[in-house]
């Protein structure tokens, strides 16, 4: 069974920084693309940012420069550090693999906002 908890949303400033965690469990995690997706109000979900299991990074044009993903395979946990956060940075952020399974987490909400 899969789980994908995320965890260290919260609400900031424009400007300021956040650091998301996703535990996953139920998958082969080292082996697995691991993505951040992300769901604005009224918007469809996005992909924010990719890592391979050769630790490859891809981001959307949107967050480059400003977001970095990385990975513990240890700790099966996958990382999104977001600075310089913009107020359309505000959605609900998800873990999940790249391509996604239809297993979703609850995600955890970011708020930019002065």
């Known amino acids: 069974q899969v789980q994908l908890v995320e965890s260290g949303g919260g609400s900031v400033q424009p400007g300021g920084s956040l650091r998301l965690s996703c535990a996953a469990s139920g998958i082969i995690f080292g082996t697995n693309t691991m993505g951040w997706y992300r769901q604005a109000p009224g918007k469809e979900r996005e992909l924010v940012a990719s890592i391979t299991s050769g630790r490859s990074t891809d981001y959307a044009d949107s967050v480059k420069g400003r977001f970095t993903i990385s990975r513990d395979n240890a700790k099966r946990t996958v990382y999104l550090q977001m600075n310089s956060l913009k107020p359309d940075d505000t959605a609900i952020y998800y873990c999940?693999?790249?391509?996604?399974?239809?297993?979703w987490g609850k995600g955890t909400l970011v708020t930019v906002s002065s």
């Open positions: 999940n693999t790249r391509p996604y399974l239809n297993s």
